[in-house]
């Protein structure tokens, strides 16, 4: 069974542009999670989808948004890129999320210059 | 305040040795724990995941132990090798008032494996 594929691995933005990250779960998994990721931070939770809803929100800003359509591929938006959203941006799936295992994918490297 | 704080922040050991990584939490209520092995580029792995009335659990060289009353847990590794060189991250996972569960996220520790 293929794994949690995200696209795309790397990118590399400036300040001020928008980005769309893209997450395609394992099949017949229904929940998807995002997860940034910095040095400092460690890994901080960003939302849940669950059957194209979403579940549950961490304490990021409105320029974060996501969405996740009826295949249960998610994608994650972030608007008017600042400096700080540099970051390693993790996506993943289990079947149903809470205390489901989750299973990570390799990440998206985003670089705001 | 929901936190999990790992202990240390780094470590390096010598291939073959034996060595422990802590684990503190005051998440609550208490769903489960895990613990996540992540690669340098690479998204976490799972090595266990234990519930509330769990407080031991293994995998391969990985034994990893639950003491709910007092909030600890503790990864144990058991002769390490060189492959063991990752971050080693704690999750705990609460139930969230809406339904569902959210996680919370110790910042790893560092383990580096030297020969």
């Known amino acids: 069974k293929a794994g949690v594929t995200q696209t795309p691995r790397y990118l590399i933005k400036t300040r001020g542009q928008q980005v769309t990250l893209s997450c395609s779960p394992i099949s017949g998994h229904r929940s998807v999670s995002w997860y940034q990721q910095t040095p400092g931070q460690g890994l901080q939770f960003l939302f849940e989808?669950?059957?194209?809803?979403?579940?549950n929100k961490g304490n990021f800003p409105g320029r974060f948004s996501g969405r996740q359509f009826s295949n249960s591929r998610s994608e994650m938006n972030v608007s008017t890129l600042e400096l700080g959203d540099s970051a390693l941006y993790l996506c993943?799936?289990?079947?149903?999320?809470?205390?489901?295992?989750?299973?990570f994918g390799p990440g998206t490297r985003l670089t705001v210059t | 305040k929901n936190q999990v704080e790992q202990s240390p922040q780094s470590l390096i050991i010598l291939e073959g040795k034996n060595c422990t990584l802590q684990c503190n939490y005051t998440v609550s209520p208490f769903s489960n724990l895990r613990w996540y092995k992540q690669d340098t580029g690479r998204g976490p792995v799972s090595l266990t995941i234990?519930?509330?009335?769990?407080n031991t659990k293994s995998n391969g060289r990985y034994t990893a132990t639950l003491d709910a009353d007092t909030k600890q847990s503790s990864l144990h590794i058991t002769a390490s090798q060189l492959s063991d060189s990752a971050s080693y991250i704690c999750v705990v996972t609460r139930r969230a008032p809406g339904g569902g569960n959210k996680l919370t996220f110790g910042t790893g520790t560092q383990l580096k494996v030297e020969l």
């Open positions: 234990m519930t509330f009335s769990e």
């Open positions: 989808y669950f059957s194209e809803t979403q579940r």
């Open positions: 993943a799936s289990s079947l149903e999320g809470g205390g489901y295992e989750q299973y």
